[in-house]
């Protein structure tokens, strides 16, 4: 079943691409017309692709793994906040912070020294600090918090990543393509999509557009998390299920034992 159709794409605003004057030739395979100086993007290959993408990232999700959303532009940040929540992954929706995956440790520092910030907060420390002292820290962590709180569960570097607007997010793909991780996008007319391993032509600056795209994808990753929790608790009870059978073999030599002992004495 297709996750998404073509007249949801199409009320959504999908289709609409950039001037004429602005695209990259390079997405002219996903260009169905164009209309008014404005090309129009073909629904029917980005219903395609949205499938695509979306059964690999449930993939993911399945096998335990996170997948790291990036979206600056200020009509995606909300949605992007949303809908990774929502599928307990993480995001980026302020500053890219230069070196996030390049420079991975150096950023699991920072996201350490916010937990540590917390910690004083809790035990009492910050009782015997100055306001001065009190206030500068209060800042530090406000800062960290919007910069880096949304990814302080990422302990180890994202499986993939998912972009809103290659042009704008280009050091995050920079960055992904340097470390082999695959990048899933939402990409314009005015973008080149070389850089980009799950290719999802779409209209990526209309608000109703990216909601329509990641409602799909995110739909799919709490499939594949569901899966994953189904097949643990699977898991459990077969294991289970051996213990009691491994028991119930060990009770009669146990008896059998016990038997055994307790006749001894009378052979005597």
Request: one cysteine or more; hydrophobic letters at 40%.
């Amino acid at each position: 079943m297709s996750r998404t159709n073509f007249d949801q794409l199409l009320q959504a605003g999908c289709h609409f691409g950039h001037l004429k004057r602005k695209w990259n030739p390079a997405m002219a395979p996903y260009i169905f017309m164009e209309r008014n100086g404005i090309h129009i993007i073909d629904l029917n290959k980005t219903v395609a692709k949205i499938d695509e993408a979306a059964e690999v990232l449930k993939g993911i999700a399945k096998s335990g793994k996170k997948i790291l959303f990036v979206a600056t532009k200020k009509q995606a940040k909300d949605i992007v906040a949303e809908k990774a929540a929502s599928v307990n992954m993480p995001y980026v929706i302020e500053r890219w912070p230069g070196g996030m995956l390049t420079n991975f440790p150096t950023i699991r520092k920072a996201v350490k020294k916010m937990t540590n910030i917390d910690k004083l907060m809790n035990d009492g420390t910050f009782s015997n600090l100055s306001k001065r002292e009190l206030l500068q820290i209060t800042r530090q962590r406000a800062k960290l918090e919007k910069n880096l709180g949304s990814i302080a569960d990422l302990t180890r570097l994202p499986s993939a990543l998912f972009v809103i607007d290659v042009m704008k997010e280009h050091i995050a793909v920079k960055e992904a393509q340097r470390l082999g991780i695959p990048v899933f996008a939402i990409v314009d007319t005015n973008s080149d999509p070389k850089n980009v391993d799950y290719i999802i032509p779409a209209n990526d600056d209309a608000k109703d557009s990216v909601e329509v795209v990641l409602s799909a994808v995110c739909g799919a990753i709490a499939e594949g998390l569901e899966e994953r929790k189904a097949e643990k608790a699977d898991e459990k009870a077969s294991a289970e299920q051996k213990e009691e059978a491994a028991d119930k073999k060990r009770a009669p030599r146990k008896a059998r034992k016990e038997e055994a002992a307790n006749e001894a004495p009378k052979a005597e």
